[in-house]
């Protein structure tokens, strides 16, 4: 089988309606499959005013908005008969979920019952979620559902090798490839730094600016974060907080970093800019499987102060391009951050070596590895169905 002959049904929770990492390497993924010549239809639920447009066919899924205070997602009903009267007229031979919802076990289940091979993507560590809602007992009850719903799929792809190795030893299938992310060079780079923009927000030229990068959500670590900017105060350290995105939690965050510059949701050449801006990135979160913030940001050679965790771990190299700490340890995380902050040298070398390493992230080849695992998942099952023909009644 060939590219062009894929026919792919992709499921996803949010491909559009609202800008995050996971949602934008679905559109660039599907971008590269149209443009290899494969046919592709997306169901996903749908809004009035999406964040930005959608790349390919996008099909409507009924949906309500999620509750405990995360209305902006939506929460699909599961595959209502339109849906699937639609599945049946595209007649897709692959069918690729990105979220273990509602949505993604019904297609799962279509798919099944259907022979259609299934291929999963792993964008986000959803079973760290709970400790951040009080809710930690949870956790090895949520791993056990993700296992269930991973290990029916024919094959699962990973963001990063620390994830697909964590994959591995939860158990959650035994066929686990790398789908990697890329960066876009023309937008993230050293030269968008703006010493004007800087000063429009009120930061000096040699002020030293610690960056955070992403939707203020509490699962990317904003507490850890918090703590982290008090500890660095403490020892005396000269800093400036800079904060780029929004979301339902900038509240409760700016209570902790209350001198902190909240520069609000940037994108495009605007977010390149505010991220060449930074004179350090700090990304405290354990919930990436990737860490598409950290690849920007070494991109526009900032260093990188990351939690060493699934994502960050096979990005930054620890003592070249930034510091990995652990987790959780304020005090490691203080001292990463006063020693670039305090030593310029320090700081030119690790963002030159981040810079370096970032070259290497090239969209058209990251995204060929899934249309790989796709012809290869393909390859596999027509072998098992050749030598388990279906009985004769």
């Not at 600016?209 to 105060?233: H, S």
Request: aromatic share 8%; with cysteine; proline share 6%.
């Amino acid at each position: 089988m060939k590219v062009t002959d894929l026919r792919i049904a992709l499921f996803s929770g949010n491909y559009n309606y609202t800008r995050d990492g996971a949602n934008q390497a679905l559109n660039r993924l599907v971008a590269y499959l149209l443009a290899q010549g494969a046919a592709v239809r997306i169901y996903s639920p749908t809004v009035e005013h999406p964040a930005f447009p959608a790349t390919g066919d996008l099909v409507d899924v009924p949906a309500v908005p999620m509750p405990f205070g995360r209305g902006e997602y939506r929460f699909a009903m599961g595959l209502p008969a339109k849906v699937r009267a639609d599945l049946r007229k595209f007649a897709p031979n692959m069918v690729h979920v990105s979220a273990p919802e509602l949505l993604g076990h019904r297609a799962v289940t279509y798919a099944r019952r259907h022979h259609l091979p299934v291929v999963a993507s792993v964008h986000t560590r959803f079973e760290t979620y709970p400790r951040y809602y009080n809710l930690g007992f949870m956790e090895p009850l949520v791993e056990k559902g993700l296992k269930r719903f991973y290990n029916r799929c024919d094959a699962i792809v990973a963001p990063s090798r620390s994830m697909a190795d964590l994959l591995a030893e939860q158990g959650m299938n035994p066929h686990i490839g790398i789908w990697s992310r890329g960066v876009d060079h023309h937008i993230f780079n050293p030269a968008a730094r703006s010493l004007e923009w800087r000063r429009s927000l009120g930061i000096g030229d040699d002020e030293v600016a610690i960056g955070f990068l992403g939707r203020l959500v509490l699962e990317k670590g904003l507490d850890v974060f918090g703590e982290a900017m008090q500890a660095l105060a403490a020892r005396g350290v000269p800093h400036r907080v800079l904060v780029i995105g929004d979301g339902p939690a900038r509240e409760t965050f700016a209570a902790q970093v209350p001198e902190a510059v909240f520069a609000g949701f940037q994108r495009g050449a605007d977010l390149g800019r505010a991220v060449a801006s930074m004179d350090i990135f700090l990304n405290p979160s354990v919930t990436e499987t990737f860490g598409n913030v950290t690849l920007e940001a070494m991109a526009c050679a900032v260093p990188v102060v990351a939690a060493d965790a699934t994502g960050s771990a096979s990005l930054v190299e620890d003592g070249v391009t930034g510091r990995l700490v652990p987790p959780r340890d304020i005090a490691a995380y203080a001292d990463a951050l006063a020693h670039y902050a305090t030593d310029d040298a320090a700081r030119r070398a690790a963002g030159q070596a981040g810079y370096d390493a970032a070259k290497a992230y090239g969209w058209d080849a990251i995204n060929q590895k899934v249309v790989d695992t796709y012809l290869e998942v393909i390859a596999r099952r027509s072998m098992t169905d050749a030598r388990n023909p279906p009985r004769s009644s």
